[in-house]
């Protein structure tokens, strides 16, 4: 340290503060990136644990940037990792047959989820109704859904975009409430 630095000490009153402030700011970048609202959490806690071990070394006006890149190298790193690969890889029979480590609580939350989002695809209004049950539920691609609906395929496309958002702003109320 040079003459008249001194290191700037955070109370763990201050961080509860800081925290308070930008939990929303984190878990949105997360959830943005990951789309999994259960893991977002998740994340967003990683990132304020990570914070809190650093957070003697951001000056102050620069919390919000300092956070929000925290937040998107969590998402980054765990979009990465072995386990995301892992889980995308389809016909991939290495792993039938070794029982799920998931507990029957993380089951039954995400099957509540599951529930969840089924049923604000179920509750939009057309022209979005039909193309959310056909895109996110049956998992037909935009030209079955467009062949099947009779609509032109870029129609289809925006109209998946825009119940996206629509089920994005739901999802997001529905999470806030909690």
């Known amino acids: 340290m040079k003459g008249g630095e001194h290191k700037r000490i955070m109370t763990n009153e201050q961080f509860s503060q800081l925290v308070e402030r930008y939990e929303k700011l984190v878990f949105t970048i997360c959830y943005q990136m990951i789309h999994d609202y259960q893991e977002a959490q998740n994340l967003a806690q990683e990132t304020f644990l990570s914070a809190?071990?650093?957070?003697d070394s951001c000056p102050p006006e620069n919390m919000k940037p300092w956070l929000a890149r925290i937040a998107t190298n969590k998402a980054k790193d765990h979009l990465k990792s072995a386990y995301m690969r892992r889980v995308v890889v389809s016909g991939d029979d290495t792993f039938e047959g070794i029982p799920a480590?998931?507990?029957?609580?993380?089951i039954y939350v995400s099957n509540e989820a599951i529930?969840?989002?089924?049923?604000k695809i179920e509750a939009l209004k057309e022209p979005y109704h039909m193309v959310s049950v056909l895109y996110f539920l049956r998992e037909k691609n935009v030209d079955e859904i467009a062949l099947a609906l009779g609509r032109p395929r870029k129609t289809v496309q925006t109209q998946i975009y825009r119940a996206k958002l629509l089920l994005q702003q739901q999802l997001g109320k529905e999470g806030k409430q909690t």
């Open 52 to 55: 809190y071990k650093h957070r």
């Open 101 to 106: 480590t998931d507990t029957p609580d993380q």
């Open 115 to 119: 529930e969840l989002v089924r049923d």
